[in-house]
């Protein structure tokens, strides 16, 4: 009993690097499929300097939303503790294995984004109008957040200079 503890205790103290290996494995696998693919078909991804704005404004907004937002904690729930960021105190499960690994991914933005960006550049790559509607969509939203994050803060100082 106090063998399998001491087992189970030092592999939630590790790093799951079996399962990083295989969600980057995953990764990979889905990179080369969507390359083959749209070779076949012969797509080509967008690539012109407003096609990158567009594709990372696209990605900023998935992933915060993603990581980040309320409205989606119910896909991030089976991988993390606590509640939405909101209230300040979702963090990924401790407890070794696909789980955790998959709660780091899910709760890390910039992580998450890479994710987000090849699924978009996917779609834009084997179904361009869903890929591209999807793409201008994701960025609106992420200039509509930029907006409206600088327009608060412009009222919130306009307030403190009439104090």
Known sequence: ???????????????????YATIMATFLGAISFVAVVG????????????????????TFKAARTLSHDEVTSFLREPFVEGTPPEDGDETPLQ???????????????RCIGTW???GIAALDTLMPRVGRLLGWCLAIGAVND??????????????????
């Open 1 to 19: 009993m106090t063998t399998t503890l001491h087992v189970e205790q030092q592999q939630r103290s590790q790093p799951p690097y079996a399962e």
């Open 116 to 118: 987000v960006a090849t």
């Open 146 to 163: 930029w907006l409206q994050a600088g327009f608060s803060a412009l009222t919130n100082a306009a307030n403190r200079l009439e104090r």
């Open 95 to 109: 407890t070794g294995g696909m789980r955790q690994a998959l709660g780091e991914l899910v709760t890390c933005s």
């Open 39 to 58: 070779a076949r078909r012969r797509r080509r991804l967008p690539a012109g300097p407003f096609d990158l704005a567009v594709l990372g404004l696209a």
